[in-house]
């Protein structure tokens, strides 16, 4: 599945702690994590690409997790950025925004796997405690990794 090697996530594109509190102001926050990966030639592009996804289907899976995913031109490659909310006003508390070039094949299906993983009973409190971003990028690191070995 290539989710880890492909280096779409690192830890300077995460963030353990969020400042905004409404849906917008932690979309853009996600955004400029996404900037960190190189891989972003237009942010606001980005971010209107994730508001028109949202405005179809919101991302919300279980136990407070959000995964904003979209194609977008404004990207050059797969991206992800991660942030954890201790202050969000909609009960969400990990959020992993992913947008991915419009020519790119199989990333909806790598999203399905991230999904299956962060839907595991024990995935959110260990991401919503983890302290630092390194932490966060090493619990992935290790659910995805076990996930390409089935």
């Known amino acids: 599945m290539e989710l880890i090697h492909a280096g779409w996530i690192s830890p300077k594109s995460i963030s353990t702690d969020l400042n905004g509190t409404t849906k917008k102001e932690i979309f853009e926050e996600l955004a400029l994590l996404l900037e960190k990966s190189n891989k972003v ?39 992800g950025a991660i942030g954890i909310s201790h202050h969000s006003e909609n009960k969400i508390s990990a959020f992993f925004m992913i947008v991915w070039p419009e ?34 990028f090493n619990f992935i690191s290790s659910r995805l990794q076990k996930a390409d070995a089935l």
């Open 41 to 79: 030639t237009d942010r606001e592009k980005v971010l209107k690409d994730i508001w028109i996804r949202e405005s179809i289907s919101e991302t919300l899976i279980l136990n407070g997790i959000a995964i904003p995913h979209t194609k977008s031109t404004g990207v050059t490659d797969l991206c």
């Open 103 to 136: 020519n790119t094949a199989g990333c909806l299906k790598r999203i399905a796997t991230l999904t299956d993983i962060l839907k595991a009973n024990d995935t959110h409190q260990d991401i919503e405690t983890a302290k630092t971003p390194d932490a966060v």
